[in-house]
């Protein structure tokens, strides 16, 4: 199998779906297992969250820990443009949210 610096593929499977009250940007071949929508009311800091003053929902695919890779990152990047996602969504503008969380491999590999 294919190697991302080390890392399999399909150990670092990510599929993002950011959802605007007009657009939505997903990044093919990877599958969607569980997707969860997240809300102003539901976001903190603490909880892996950043604040958006523009109350853009945003989903995004439950995923595995360091999952920015540098070949994943740049996927991202090229897919979703001005929006920067940093390795700890340190960078994010306020006008996203991004949730990231880490999964058991038993949820997301069926």
Same mark, same amino acid.
């Given at each position: 199998?294919? /190697?991302?610096? +080390? $890392?399999? $593929? #399909? ?8 959802? =605007?009250?007009?657009?939505?940007? #997903?990044?093919?071949? *990877? ?12 976001? =903190?800091?603490?909880? +892996? @969250?950043?604040?958006?003053?523009? +109350? =853009? ?6 995923? =595995? ?5 540098? /070949? ?10 001005? *929006? @920067?996602?940093?390795?700890? #969504?340190?960078?994010?503008p306020d006008s996203v949210?991004? #949730? ?11």
């Amino acid at each position: 199998m294919e /190697q991302l610096t +080390g $890392v399999s $593929v #399909m150990e670092k499977r990510i599929l993002v779906s950011v959802k =605007t009250a007009r657009t939505e940007f #997903m990044l093919p071949q *990877w599958p969607v297992k569980q997707i969860e929508t997240v809300s102003p009311d539901t976001l =903190t800091e603490a909880d +892996g @969250y950043l604040d958006n003053t523009a +109350g =853009t929902d945003i989903e995004i695919e439950y995923i =595995t820990e360091a999952y920015i890779l540098p /070949q994943i990152k740049q996927a991202i990047l090229n897919l979703i443009g001005h *929006w @920067y996602i940093t390795r700890d #969504m340190s960078e994010v503008p306020d006008s996203v949210y991004i #949730m990231v969380q880490q999964i058991k491999r038993s949820t997301w590999f069926a």
